[in-house]
């Protein structure tokens, strides 16, 4: 399996630290985020890993060229002139994703103890081309599914939009987006938009015609994305991360 890190957002929810600071290199636990995360990919073998910058991608770029994680290809998708969101970022990097592996993609403030491996199985068992990791969790913002696991569509609880892209039988079922997912080699190039645009949103409109499902394994989650949250994330590697630097 290879791997994409979304590492190029402003992190505006965790200013003023991500003034000068961008949340790929954030401290926690004595490193930085986008350093945890490397340590538990190469852990979990996998070898090719792409990471895309933006913000302050200088101190990213140095970061990597200075501390290299033993076993791992890193390369560099380089946003700095303009950031593409997430779904943009995707297939800017289509190129360095290709090949016969699967691709992980994991936004770089995002901590848990996902078995990559296993989810790698699975993902390869259920022969789609992308399969979302989900949390039952508190948010107003829910994937919607049906009953065979399908996405089918969105929904914002607080403000009540509501996008429907497959009208299935039976039950719809919500989940909170975990931050975390795995698609097929060729999923960023059938991703129809261009520019700047959103993985979710791509995700959604792909869903009309392809079979994406959720994978909702159960895993601890933590979303580092605000300052208050930052203690959190330091009992979080202590008891899940710090193996991976031993």
Known sequence: MKAMIFA??????????TDYVPKAMVVVGGKPLLEWLLLKMASCGIRDVVVNVHHLSEQ??????????????????????????????????ALMLQGNEPVLIHNVDILS??????????????????????????????????????LCGWMNESTGEHIIVNDFPGHVN???FSGISMVSPEFPLLMRESGVFGFIPA????????????????????DVGKPEVLQKAEQFVHTYYNAFSK
């Open 60 to 93: 990213v770029i140095d970061f990597i060229s200075r501390k290299p994680v033993q076993g791992l290809n890193i390369q560099i998708s380089d946003e700095t002139d303009l950031l593409l969101d997430t779904g943009g970022g995707l297939k800017n990097a």
């Open 203 to 222: 995700c959604l409109n792909l869903a009309r015609d392809i079979e994406i499902r959720k994978y909702d394994a159960s895993h601890e989650w933590l």
């Open 174 to 176: 919500r989940f909170a």
């Open 113 to 150: 103890n996902l078995d990559f491996r296993q989810f790698e199985k699975d993902f390869l068992k259920a022969a789609v081309p992308a399969m979302l990791a989900v949390k039952d969790r508190q948010t107003s913002r829910k994937l919607e599914f049906s009953d065979e696991g399908l």
């Open 8 to 17: 190029a957002g402003k992190g505006t929810r965790l200013r003023p630290i």
